[in-house]
């Protein structure tokens, strides 16, 4: 009896050990959890990073990023039914979810379309925001624990040093009173000051008067990231305005870069070929047609200066990560929501399917967890699949309201692609398809008229075609040379078998007063 006593209690001592480090394994994996970052900046194309692109516009920080991360070569944005393509971008991106499955143009997020932020808490994150929310403030809540300097929630003076913010609310609220103007005193610290019936629209703020939102958003992320003393692991949000429109820098980065000295793209125009079909919105107004060179100059000048302004704010996160000897343990992910035309085409928006003025945006997974240093990936790419790539990156399941891919498969060498073409709507105007080397754009213009006493008005029906391999400017319409005759027959048929499977026509106008397809010559 005592020998099986002994034995019992032998068993009962390794159960207990086997228990013991079940647990304490268990406790160190959540501890071994990275943080994750993520960068959002606004309007901010591809080339807008002086390693992406080889542009001369100076980002050592962000450069740096890139080179010790995996660069996406070929990320884009879908597409938007809003002029303020931000909007549904930003929704993209937080929901992982594909343009025409969205609620709407991209405003709400509803409970349904589980947020990145709701998926990181469920797995023990804690979560918090700074900066920029272009979408309902019941889905922000959802998404974060705290925030801070909230933007973006109902008021706009059009002004980085007059931009309205909020603190954090929990109930969601965020009221137009609570929302406040930081300003400098006359020894130069920060003060809060209410909004007045005297704070009209700008641009007309200073360095001298306050600090640049970019300014902002750096420091109290960085100051999160110091006194963070939790044990969970966190995920910050950081949505930078910048480089946004109006294109402010402090003078010491404007000076960086004189007019007559910056080289315009490939694809600078004074005019615009044809209309597009939204040639008139503000965006377009920032400046005088024709885009003569000096006028172009002066908004590159202005957008690269803003940019450099940005980057060396997002120097001050970066230091701050390395600093509380966080950075080893942090994913960081860095992205823009948009291109930004700024003189390519004629155009100085970002409302329209060319790659840099509209849709090709710079994606870039960095930061001490990641160990693929300098990886490059052509991969084809869409911003809702950011979403579900980081799930796969830290090891945690994607939720069913999720219909991005994963990128990881690619970084892994399992693939070189997930999708072998990328399709791209802006309004009901424009449409385009990606395929190999070679990229279709569809324009449709007829005002909403569609058929009239039995006879179909088209309107304006453009048609081009670019090698954007070879020019990735696409300053070359290939579309009616006859050698390339069958290939844009067999690029518009697969656009139309793509609309059909992504539901686009289904969908019809998502708010606009007319349809795309039902304008389309070729409708399917």
Avoid at 77 to 106: D, I
Avoid at 397 to 416: M, Q
Wanted: aromatic share 12%.
């Amino acid at each position: 009896m005592k020998s099986i006593f002994k034995i019992k209690k032998t068993h009962s001592f390794f159960f207990f050990m086997l228990c013991f480090f079940s647990i304490t394994n268990s406790i160190a994996q959540k501890k071994e959890k990275p943080n994750v970052v993520v960068i959002y900046t606004d309007d901010h194309r591809y080339t807008g990073v002086h390693e992406l692109g080889g542009m001369p516009v100076k980002t050592p920080n962000l450069d740096y990023l890139a080179k010790e991360g995996v660069v996406f070569t070929n990320t884009y944005l879908m597409g938007a039914f809003s002029g303020a393509t931000c909007m549904p971008s930003r929704a993209m991106l937080l929901s992982g979810r594909q343009l025409f499955t969205l609620e709407g143009k991209g405003h709400t997020i509803p409970e349904t379309h589980t947020t990145l932020g709701e998926t990181l808490k469920k797995e023990g994150y804690y979560s918090h925001i700074v900066g920029k929310w272009h979408q309902d403030k019941q889905s922000m809540v959802r998404s974060f624990n705290s925030g801070d300097k909230i933007m973006g929630v109902g008021l706009y003076l059009t002004d980085h040093y007059r931009m309205p913010f909020w603190d954090w609310d929990a109930s969601g609220k965020f009221d137009k009173k609570d929302a406040y103007l930081l300003e400098y005193d006359k020894n130069k610290n920060i003060t809060k000051r209410a909004i007045t019936k005297n704070d009209k629209k700008g641009p007309t703020g200073t360095e001298e008067l306050a600090p640049h939102t970019s300014e902002v958003f750096a420091k109290h992320a960085s100051n999160f990231i110091t006194s963070y003393k939790k044990e969970q692991p966190f995920f910050m949000y950081v949505a930078f305005h910048a480089p946004h429109d109006p294109r402010q820098a402090p003078k010491k980065y404007r000076k960086q870069y004189k007019n007559k000295k910056v080289n315009l793209t490939p694809s600078y125009m004074e005019q615009h070929p044809f209309d597009n079909g939204d040639m008139t919105l503000r965006d377009e107004a920032l400046g005088p047609w024709p885009r003569t060179k000096d006028v172009a100059q002066e908004h590159l000048a202005s957008y690269y200066a803003i940019i450099t302004h940005l980057d060396a704010q997002i120097g001050k996160v970066i230091s701050a990560l390395k600093k509380s000897g966080q950075y080893d343990n942090t994913l960081i992910v860095f992205a823009g929501d948009s291109g930004l035309a700024v003189g390519n085409h004629g155009l100085l928006g970002k409302q329209s399917v060319y790659d840099e003025d509209g849709i090709h945006v710079p994606f870039v997974l960095s930061g001490g967890y990641i160990k693929n240093k300098g990886l490059r990936l052509g991969a084809y790419s869409y911003i809702h699949d950011i979403y579900p790539t980081i799930c796969d990156l830290i090891h945690i399941p994607k939720p069913a309201s999720v219909n991005g891919k994963s990128l990881v498969p690619v970084i892994k060498n399992e693939t070189k692609q997930v999708r072998d073409n990328t399709y791209h709507a802006y309004k009901q105007f424009q449409r385009a398809y990606r395929k190999g080397d070679y990229k279709l754009i569809e324009y449709v213009n007829n005002n909403g008229k569609h058929w009239k006493n039995g006879k179909y008005n088209a309107g304006s029906h453009v048609t081009q075609l670019f090698n954007f391999k070879k020019d990735p400017w696409e300053t070359t319409n290939l579309s009616f040379l006859p050698e390339y005759k069958d290939l844009v027959s067999k690029m518009k048929k697969e656009m139309i078998e793509k609309a059909i499977e992504l539901k686009d026509k289904e969908n019809n106008t998502l708010g606009e007063e007319y349809s795309f397809w039902d304008s389309y010559i070729n409708k399917p």
